[in-house]
């Protein structure tokens, strides 16, 4: 047993119930989950990537206690889908569980979200505990209650909101994580101090450099608080009416960059912190950001080793497929841009011409 | 238009939302249901059976003021399953709506059920409206809100709870509907005079001749009754731990019914009628029921057109069927028996031997 380098926790409020999440490199998952599994069965959901480096041990102690299933799901965001959905039921059924059933998500977002939505929809909704395994699953999985699949004809169009009883981030997990999904994930930390505070800017341009040599207890830190800044605004709109879009941040512009590359080609983060410098270009056009702060995030994005210049796309290409965003309403696009460093807002109210200079 | 006979209506209370059941013979479905559509887009979601009858009007008049797809499945029990699930979502994608559709469920507890889970799961909750077209479906599915579908392994094992914004029990819809589904939706009726209340066992027995003569005024007093009895138990228990398993009197007897002669030969409420019958047996060897509590139970089936008498199953195979109930908790069976006429308790306090009696 590795002596705990840190252990902290934040408890998130939700309209059904409130949930720990707890943050730790204590590599101990059985004994951390153990105390949130009410039943007797549980099933461990995971993927062929995830499974040989953590099912065995977490599978071996919780038989110990429990009656243990397992799912293994290939992986990769084209098995987020039905059928995928229909393996882990037929497995919960083939198991003979029941309403005491307790699925635990052990893996990357597309793993919890899958595995969420099954447990939102096994007998009409059974326990479920999320076990992140990637850096971003941990920023951006572990608040909000967002759960589903894809359709063919579009990204998560089939789905719950349906709560967790408990988020363990062992934060030991992202020493197996590759490093350019590390970075694809600190996209989104650095999307939080965007949006919200400057202070986590000035904290995280001290300590991107050891979150990338994989300090452990700073990444731990980081995603706290990242988790009790989105905590704070899903409490405030938990249906994503309105400050909750603030969240999509660069994601209009990456959105385009994914879409237009074929999807893999970049990873998600890499496209955001694209577009987060899209979006700060415009922002800075608008006159809200000064040349030094587009620079300065352009600099934080490079600590992260992430890029910031978008690949060559005709601006006319770029604005049809932004047309295509869930955040159109009316026709018109309605873009997050920075009224100042640490400050977002939703608006429509750029000039089109400003925003195709910033597509050239 | 046809004058109304009547038109009344019953609020239900529902952790998200309250939403009226409206109970009337004024046949003008869309003039009902439009004040409950908020958005500009509209599913309605029927079968091939109730489409010739119904979709015709409902759809030309919504689509003075809406945005109209429709989504005709098959007819059956055997349907109600993922499948058909995909074909909704599928008529949704394709038609490209969004957040901000409202589904309509035409037609009996299958559609209503498929329809519901539909709903709870695009884009993870849209709006939905019921307009159950069988007696069964206004008494049961009106109130409670579950949601869902097979599995190849079990019935409703898959779902959500998921509340709709209005029912509408459109009473002049039973014109069309086969006698023997009456009187298979009367054994629902009847069984909440057998568990709740006396006083409507006595209407029912002064009533249930003109019931079944299509007397729409009557009938749409005794769904109003049963929902009002459902939605109090309801209210009481929302996620099914106590006193709304008193829902299921006759079910376990009738379940075993239905397994054995196979699923389709008896109708549901046929087979509850017969396991009410057994049921009240039993609460008579048990000292509870007299004999002639058991005859009025009969005569007033019989009022029904119902059948009293079950097939011939062996003691031990109906016994062995009765173990694979979900009301088994511990390996021992429980079943809903009857104190007294009105009042029905879960127990499984009663000796073998005399269900052994009742089975024989």
């Given at each position: 047993m590795v002596t705990p380098l840190f252990s902290d926790s934040l408890v998130v409020h939700t309209q059904s119930h409130d949930y720990p999440i707890v943050i730790t490199d204590k590599h101990a998952m059985a004994e951390q989950v153990t105390p949130y599994i009410s039943g007797q069965q549980v099933l461990i959901v995971t993927n062929e990537t995830v499974a040989p480096l953590y099912l065995s041990q977490l599978q071996t102690q919780l038989e110990k206690s429990f009656t243990v299933a397992v799912c293994i799901l290939a992986d990769?965001?084209?098995?987020?889908n039905q059928d995928s959905i229909n393996q882990i039921y037929d497995v919960l059924m083939t198991a003979r569980f029941n309403r005491d059933v307790t699925l635990i998500a052990l893996g990357g977002g597309v793993v919890g979200d899958m595995t969420g939505f099954a447990a939102a929809s096994f007998m009409r909704g059974v326990s479920f505990i999320q076990i992140p395994t990637t850096l971003l699953s941990q920023v951006?999985?572990?608040?909000?209650g967002k759960t589903g699949i894809n359709h063919s004809q579009g990204k998560n169009m089939i789905g719950a909101f349906w709560q967790p009883q408990m988020v363990l981030?062992?934060?030991?997990t992202l020493q197996t994580l590759p490093v350019r999904e590390l970075s694809a994930g600190l996209a989104e930390v650095i999307k939080y101090a965007l949006i919200m505070d400057i202070e986590f800017l000035e904290w995280l341009e001290t300590n991107l450099p050891a979150m990338m040599a994989l300090d452990l207890a700073i990444l731990g830190e980081a995603v706290k608080r990242c988790c009790e800044y989105k905590a704070d605004l899903v409490a405030q709109d938990e249906r994503e009416?309105?400050?909750?879009?603030?969240?999509?941040?660069g994601h209009t512009f990456g959105h385009v960059i994914e879409t237009h590359e074929g999807?893999?080609?970049?990873l998600h983060g890499e496209a955001v912190a694209v577009g987060m410098v899209q979006a700060a270009e415009l922002s800075q056009k608008m006159g809200w950001l000064s040349d030094a702060d587009v620079a300065r995030i352009k600099r934080v994005l490079r600590l992260a080793n992430l890029p910031i210049n978008p690949p060559s796309i005709a601006p006319d290409v770029a604005l049809s497929l932004m047309?295509?965003?869930?955040?159109v309403q009316g026709g018109q696009i309605r873009l997050i841009l920075l009224k100042s460093l640490g400050q977002a807002v939703l608006t429509k109210d750029f000039e089109a011409q400003l925003l195709t200079e910033v597509l050239s």
């Open positions: 990769g965001e084209q098995y987020k951006d999985s572990s608040v909000g981030a062992d934060m030991s009416a309105g400050v909750r879009a603030l969240l999509n941040f999807y893999g080609n970049w047309g295509h965003d869930k955040k």
